[in-house]
Structure formats: structure tokens, C-alpha cells
């Protein structure tokens, strides 16, 4: 049996969190497909096609069973479109739990074929998130331990390039 596996979010942009989910991930499923949610609601630092661009460069190491694709819509339509019986998703803190627990929940009445699957962020990325990596970046901090080293550039030349950043 082929275990194939989705892993959604916003990846606006991967963090070392995010990699090191996608990491773990790909040793437990026979494919892994990271699902870059397009969500023209929300502005996003870097594009559709950027942050597919960076997530490639970043797994690059993980192996051929381990792609990269967009989505819109629902994340189980997605999965099922991609033939994966499993939603991978991290955890850091308790905080995560209340909405991570109903999205699992939402995304089980959707689609009782497909279930989730968390695994804990590693404990040395457990703070970090995209939105703080973006923060730290546009105040000048150091990025450097909280996001793979293509995020990190990306992250420099974006705000170099943009003063609205
Ligand atoms: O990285 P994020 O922003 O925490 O990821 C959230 C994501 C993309 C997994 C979630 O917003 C999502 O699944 N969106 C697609 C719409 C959907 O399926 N909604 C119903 C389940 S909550």
C-alpha cells in the first residue's frame, strides 16, 4: 500500500519548523506533497510562485517522493486530487492545539477518507513562525536559526528591495 501524504499551509515563507516537519514527514509517507495554499484574501510577502521556488529549493535534499504544488479551495479536495489519505500538520505549543484540533475535525466531516496526522516541531524551532521570521527580518535581526539559508536571502533582498516592507 502507497501511503501518500499532504502537507498544507501558508508558507509565507517555510521556516526551519516548517522544514523540519516536511523532514520527518518524508521518512513516515511513501510521497509527500507540501500544499502552498493561494489565498487571494490574504497579501502575502512573497508570491505563489516565490514561495513554491524557495519550499523546492529547501527540500531539494528530501528525495524525489517529496513535491511541491499549489492549491486553492479545500485543503481535503487537495488531498484527494492527490490520491493522499493523510493531512500532515506540526504542532509547536498548546496554543496551536484549539484551532489545529478543529480544522482536523472540520477536515475529517469533509472527508472521513482522510486523516491527520501531527508531528511536534522539533523543540529548538517550537517559537518559531513566518510571521516573526518576517518581523525579525524587517527590523534587521538575525533570521539565521529560524529559517533554511534561500529563506534567509529571499527574507534580505525582499526588504532591500521594498522600503514598504
Ligand atoms: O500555514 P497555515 O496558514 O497555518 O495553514 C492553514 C491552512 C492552509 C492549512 C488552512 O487555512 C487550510 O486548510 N485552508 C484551506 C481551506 C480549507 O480547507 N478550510 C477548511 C479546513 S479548516
Partial sequence: ?????????????????????????SGLFDRLVIGVLNNPRKAPLFTIDERIALIERCVRDLGEHVSVDA?????????RHHGAGFIVRGLRAVSDFEAELQMALTNR??????????????????YVSSSLAKEVARFGGDVGPMVPPPVAEALAARIRSDPRV
Fill in 71 to 79: 492549491f486553492d479551495g479545500l485543503t481535503v479536495d487537495f488531498a
Fill in 109 to 126: 466531516k469533509l472527508a472521513p477518507g482522510v486523516d491527520t496526522t501531527f508531528l511536534m516541531t522539533a523543540l529548538e524551532y517550537g
Fill in 1 to 25: 500500500m502507497t501511503r501518500v501524504a499532504v502537507f498544507p499551509g501558508s508558507f509565507d515563507p517555510m521556516t526551519n519548523a516548517h522544514l523540519d516537519v516536511a523532514q520527518r514527514a
